[in-house]
C-alpha cells in the first residue's frame, strides 16, 4: 500500500519554463513533507521541504505547494534550467520524523 | 555538507550466498540510520531503521532474519542479506539522521546495487 505516488514517471520542459512536479498522499497524518532531487550513481539529496501547518514554502527558484484538503503537494521549479534535470522524489514523515514514505519518482527532463 | 558513503557500489553473488553492504557517515555522527530499498520504477521502500547500539526496527513484511542490520557505531551501519536468492536482486541505499542537524533532514549514501545469479 503506497502512502506517497508520484504518478508522472518523467516530464520534460524547455529551459526557462516552469516544472511543475506533483504529488499525492494518502495518510492524513503525516506532518512534513519533503522534495529529493536525484542524479545518476548519487544518493538522493534534500531539496526543500514544507510542514503540515503552511501551504506553501519557497526557496529561491524552488517553491512547494500544500494542499491538506486534497492530499497534494506539487514542487514548482521557475525558471527551469538544464541542470535541474534529475529524479526528483516526495517524500512524507510523521512529526517525530522516524519514517519517512517516499514516492517512486518524476525524472525531469530541462531541454536547452 | 555531511556525506554518507556505501559500499560496495555493486555486487554479484551466487544464490544463497551472504552480502554485506556497508553504510558510513563520514563526516558527521549517525543517530540513526535507515535501509531502503528500491525496485526499477518503484519508490524508496524503508526496510528497517537502526539507531547505534540497539535492536534495528524493522518493517512489516521485512524478515529480520534474513535482513541482518547491526549499528555498532555512530558512523558505519551495515546489512547483511543471508542466503540471497534471486528475488533479492535489488538497489538498497541508506540513510543517515544526525542529531546536529534538522530533524527532517536525511542524508543518503548512493547506493548498492545487488545482483543474486
Known amino acids: 500500500d503506497q502512502q506517497v505516488k508520484q504518478n508522472s514517471p518523467s516530464l520534460s520542459v524547455q529551459e526557462g519554463r516552469i516544472s511543475i512536479l506533483n504529488c499525492d498522499y494518502t495518510?492524513?497524518?503525516?506532518?512534513?513533507f519533503l522534495w529529493y532531487k536525484k542524479y545518476p550513481a548519487e544518493g538522493p539529496t534534500f531539496l526543500i521541504s514544507?510542514?503540515?501547518?503552511?501551504d506553501k514554502n519557497e526557496d529561491g527558484r524552488f517553491t512547494v505547494f500544500l494542499n491538506k484538503s486534497a492530499k497534494h503537494l506539487s514542487l514548482h521549479i521557475v525558471p527551469s534550467q538544464p541542470g535541474d534535470s534529475a529524479v526528483y522524489f516526495c517524500?512524507?514523515?510523521?512529526?517525530?520524523?522516524?519514517?519517512?514514505?517516499f514516492g517512486s519518482g518524476t525524472k525531469l527532463n530541462v531541454k536547452p | 555538507g555531511a556525506v554518507v558513503s556505501q559500499h560496495p557500489s555493486r555486487v554479484i553473488c551466487k544464490s544463497g550466498t551472504s552480502v554485506k553492504i556497508e553504510c558510513r557517515s563520514l563526516?558527521?555522527?549517525?543517530?540513526?540510520m535507515f535501509w531502503y530499498r528500491q525496485f526499477p520504477k518503484q519508490s524508496l521502500m524503508l526496510m528497517a531503521t537502526?539507531?547505534?547500539?540497539?535492536?534495528?526496527?524493522?518493517e512489516q513484511g521485512v524478515e529480520k532474519d534474513k535482513f541482518l542490520i547491526n549499528h555498532a557505531s555512530l558512523t558505519l551501519s551495515t546489512l547483511t542479506v543471508t542466503s540471497a536468492h534471486p528475488e533479492d536482486s535489488s538497489f538498497y541505499i541508506c540513510?543517515?539522521?544526525?542529531?546536529?542537524?534538522?530533524?527532517?533532514?536525511?542524508?543518503f549514501g548512493p547506493g548498492t546495487r545487488l545482483t543474486v545469479t
Open positions: 540513510s543517515a539522521q544526525t542529531l546536529a542537524g534538522a530533524p527532517y533532514e536525511q542524508y
Open positions: 514544507i510542514s503540515s501547518i503552511k
Open positions: 495518510n492524513s497524518m503525516f506532518d512534513y
Open positions: 517524500a512524507a514523515s510523521p512529526y517525530n520524523f522516524n519514517k519517512f514514505y
Open positions: 537502526s539507531n547505534e547500539g540497539s535492536k534495528a526496527t524493522y
Open positions: 563526516d558527521f555522527q549517525a543517530t540513526t
